[in-house]
């Protein structure tokens, strides 16, 4: 039977793409974005999606985010006593997100 409505749309798509009236939908043209992860659970894709929306930021994002900005200044400083402060906050970091991380 699903068979049957499956058939059914996929007339009824092509006829309306035939007449033009699938043309100036909102994103034509646009890539796709896909949220959604194939490897998540449905239960658990709903709340990330709540989190995300309600601008909530995983933990292990910011401190990557901040190993990011620390390798940067690292890179442009020169040498002496404020880049070995900085490879020290950047050590403390990365064990932090090691030990965040699925074993």
Known sequence: MSKIFEMLAE?????????GELDALP?????LVFDDE????????????????????????VLRKE???????LEAMPPGEGR?????ELLMLLIQVSER???
């Open 11 to 19: 007339r009824r798509i092509s006829e309306a793409i035939e007449r």
């Open 67 to 73: 190993i990011a900005e620390l390798r940067q200044r």
């Open 38 to 61: 194939l490897l998540v659970s449905p239960e658990q894709r709903m709340i990330n999606r709540v989190l995300k929306n309600a601008g909530f930021t995983p933990r292990e994002i």
């Open 27 to 31: 994103g034509a043209g646009q890539p």
């Open 101 to 103: 991380s699925p074993r």
């Open 84 to 88: 070995e402060q900085l490879k020290g």
